[in-house]
Nanobody, 123 residues
Framework: QVQLVESGGGLVQAGGSLRLSCAASGRTFNTYAMGWFRQAPGKEREFVATISQGGVRTLYADSVKGRFTISRDNAKNTVYLQMNSLKPEDTAVYYC????????????????WGQGTQVTVSE
């Protein structure tokens, strides 16, 4: 089992940047594919980005491609989401998640979730 704790959220103006971090417990972090998801008020949780165990394979939602970058440091048991050129529509609670096996874009395919961190982008 793995426990996940997100940090780095906050309030930023449109066009600004934030870097989210997700720290994982345990000694098996490098056996999990990791994902970032987000949920805006009144909307379903949606896929943002995912990264494979070794960090070689990454996938992004079309809405963030070219602006967000997912990365991981297995020595630090941490996955990151660098968010640039933020837009008001990026406002949401951002969650990291872990799953064994291949990267995936579907919420239900992930086994472990963090508590989320709020990102608010003002006009």
């Amino acid at each position: 089992q793995v426990q996940l704790v997100e940090s780095g959220g906050g309030l930023v103006q449109a066009g600004g940047s934030l870097r989210l971090s997700c720290a994982a417990s345990g000694r098996t972090f490098n056996t999990y594919a990791m994902g970032w998801f987000r949920q805006a008020p009144g909307k379903e949780r949606e896929f943002v980005a995912t990264i494979s165990q070794g960090g070689v394979r990454t996938l992004y939602a079309d809405s963030v491609k070219g602006r967000f970058t997912i990365s991981r440091d297995n020595a630090k048991n941490t996955v990151y989401l660098q968010m640039n050129s933020l837009k008001p529509e990026d406002t949401a609670v951002y969650y990291c998640a872990a799953r064994r096996g291949l990267t995936h874009t579907v919420v239900a395919e992930y086994d472990y979730w963090g508590q989320g961190t709020q990102v608010t982008v003002s006009e």
